[in-house]
C-alpha cells in the first residue's frame, strides 16, 4: 500500500543542535510537501519539492533546510534548532495534476526543543 | 494572496446534533480547488472530500459540503454528530503554481468535540 512515513516519531533535540527529519513515500509522487502543526496556526507550508533535486520555499521557510536526493526521499533539516521549532511535523506527497491534486500525509514528528 | 478562514477553532456539540464547520475563502483563480481534511487523534491527517463545481454538493462518509462560489464558501457539514466524528478538521484550498502541481494552503482548523 503507497505510504508515506515519516522518522523519528519523536525527537528531544537542544538548543543550538542539528535536526533532521526524514520523510519516505512509496506513492511515486512529484511532489512533497513539509508543514509544521500548531495550535491556532494550523498546518503552515514550510518547504516543498517538485521533484528529485529540487526544493522551494514554503511560507515560513526561515529557519529550515530542505533536501530531495531521490523521488522517494525528502528531508527537512534544522541547522540551529531553537525552542521556537517546537511542533509537530507533517510530511506529505501529491500527484501533479494541477489543482486537483490530494495529498498523502506521514504520521508526524513530535519535536521538543530544550 | 490565497487564503482560508475558519472562524471556529472549537465547535462543541452533543451527539445526535447536526455539524456545520464553516470555510470561507479567497483566491484568484475562477476555477479554484475545495478540500476538507480529517485529522484524528495520533493519526495522519486525510481527505474527507473535495470539491471544484460551483453549486454541486459532494459527500462522503456522511458529510457533505457544497462549493459556493458566488460567497466564496465550502461549509461543512453532517446532519447527525457520532462521538467517533471528534477530530481536527481543516478546510484547504489549493495554489497551483502550475501544471507541475499545488500547494494546498490550510485554515486553521476547528477542532470538533462531539460529546454524550
Known amino acids: 500500500e503507497a505510504a508515506v512515513t515519516q522518522s523519528p516519531r519523536n525527537k528531544v533535540a537542544v538548543t543550538g543542535g542539528k535536526v533532521t527529519l526524514s520523510c519516505n513515500q512509496t506513492?511515486?509522487?512529484?511532489?512533497m510537501y513539509w508543514y509544521r502543526q500548531d495550535t491556532g496556526h494550523g498546518l503552515r507550508l514550510i518547504h516543498y519539492?517538485?521533484?528529485?533535486?529540487?526544493?522551494e520555499k514554503g511560507d515560513i521557510p526561515d529557519g529550515y533546510k530542505a533536501s530531495r536526493p531521490s523521488q522517494e526521499n525528502f528531508s527537512l533539516i534544522l541547522e540551529l534548532a531553537t525552542p521556537s521549532q517546537t511542533s509537530v511535523y507533517f510530511c506529505?506527497?501529491?500527484?501533479?495534476?494541477?489543482?486537483?491534486?490530494?495529498?498523502?500525509f506521514g504520521s508526524g514528528t513530535r519535536l521538543l526543543v530544550i | 494572496g490565497d487564503s482560508v478562514t475558519q472562524k471556529e477553532g472549537l465547535v462543541t456539540l452533543t451527539e445526535g446534533l447536526p455539524v456545520m464547520l464553516n470555510c470561507t475563502y479567497q483566491?484568484?483563480?475562477?476555477?479554484?480547488?475545495l478540500f476538507w481534511y480529517v485529522h484524528y487523534l495520533n493519526e495522519s491527517p486525510r481527505l474527507l472530500l473535495k470539491?471544484?463545481?460551483?453549486?454541486k454538493r459532494t459527500e462522503h462518509q456522511g458529510f457533505h459540503a457544497t462549493l459556493h462560489k458566488s460567497s466564496s464558501s465550502f461549509h461543512l457539514q453532517k446532519s447527525s454528530a457520532q462521538l467517533s466524528d471528534s477530530a481536527l478538521y481543516y478546510c484547504a484550498l489549493s495554489d497551483r503554481w502550475g501544471s507541475s502541481g499545488n500547494k494546498l494552503i490550510f485554515g486553521i482548523g476547528t477542532l470538533l468535540s462531539v460529546k454524550p
Open positions: 483566491t484568484i483563480y475562477s476555477n479554484a480547488f
Open positions: 470539491s471544484s463545481t460551483d453549486n
Open positions: 519539492s517538485y521533484g528529485a533535486g529540487s526544493t
Open positions: 506513492n511515486n509522487h512529484n511532489n
Open positions: 506529505a506527497s501529491g500527484d501533479a495534476e494541477g489543482g486537483n491534486s490530494d495529498y498523502t
